[in-house]
């Protein structure tokens, strides 16, 4: 019996830290390196420049942004329409020039791809959305050969008459094993990428505490 409570335990401990879970909630829910567009001033991607095609936008920190026509970076004011508008004023999640989007057709998107693997990502997102219309956001993981990892539909629905609302919304994956992460569909406005490579060192020893604690019991049971 104290043998099986044990294993339970440390399955616990260990399913915790394998567990990969979407994120929606109203501010940045870890830590990590923050990309806040407030460098640019209304890049508008893609564009032509001196006769060539430039279709992707380097961002520092080994993250590059790639969208479909068109986006503007460093954008200082967007209507929501039913959802408000998102001005350089910003709150708590996000202030200053922000990502925002006008596709050609609803089936347009944003995305980051990384130079080295991603545990953690999110952003700070609002979307245009207009009464009568398929109003969800499709939001994507992608691994190094660009297949998807995880990826769920969201819908953000925040008053009309107000200023730099949103969702933070992203993946906290079990592994470092992310490297492009994108959002489509409608218009919509982003703002405060933020990624973290690691797990945290809590995940590890949690970990680890479960591995011990199952290794322990089997030694007794030998």
């Known amino acids: 019996m104290k043998l099986a409570t044990l294993t339970m335990v440390a399955l616990m401990a260990v399913s915790s830290v394998a567990q990969a879970a979407s994120i929606e909630a109203s501010s940045a829910t870890f830590a990590g390196t923050v990309?806040?567009?407030?460098?640019?001033?209304?890049?508008?991607?893609?564009?032509i420049d001196s006769?060539?095609?430039?279709?992707?936008?380097?961002?520092?920190?080994?993250?590059?942004?790639?969208?479909?026509?068109?986006?503007?970076?460093?954008?200082?004011?967007?209507?929501?329409?039913?959802?408000?508008?998102w001005t350089v004023v910003g709150n708590t999640n996000r202030d200053g020039n922000f990502v925002s989007t006008a596709f050609e057709s609803g089936n347009g998107a944003i995305n980051f791809s990384?130079?080295?693997?991603?545990?953690?990502?999110?952003?700070?997102?609002?979307?245009?959305?207009?009464l009568g219309e398929n109003n969800s956001l499709q939001v994507?993981?992608?691994?190094?050969?660009?297949?998807?990892?995880?990826?769920?539909?969201?819908n953000?629905?925040?008053?009309?008459d107000s200023y730099d609302e949103g969702l933070f919304v992203g993946f906290e994956r079990a592994s470092a094993d992310i490297y492009g992460f994108g959002?489509?569909?409608g218009s919509?406005?982003?703002?405060?990428?933020?990624?973290?490579?690691?797990?945290?060192?809590?995940?590890?020893?949690?970990?680890?505490?479960?591995?011990?604690?199952?290794?322990?019991?089997?030694?007794r049971r030998a």
């Open 188 to 219: 919509f406005v982003v703002d405060n990428l933020t990624i973290a490579a690691v797990p945290e060192p809590e995940t590890y020893a949690m970990f680890l505490a479960g591995l011990g604690i199952l290794g322990a019991a089997t030694r």
């Open 183 to 185: 959002i489509s569909d």
């Open 114 to 130: 990384f130079a080295t693997a991603i545990q953690k990502v999110g952003i700070f997102a609002n979307q245009s959305q207009a």
């Open 140 to 154: 994507l993981a992608y691994d190094i050969n660009g297949n998807v990892l995880e990826s769920f539909t969201v």
């Open 35 to 47: 990309i806040d567009f407030n460098n640019f001033d209304g890049y508008i991607l893609p564009q």
């Open 51 to 85: 006769g060539n095609l430039i279709t992707s936008l380097d961002l520092g920190s080994g993250v590059t942004l790639t969208t479909t026509p068109f986006s503007v970076v460093g954008q200082n004011a967007f209507s929501l329409e039913e959802n408000g508008i």
């Open 156 to 160: 953000i629905d925040t008053a009309w």
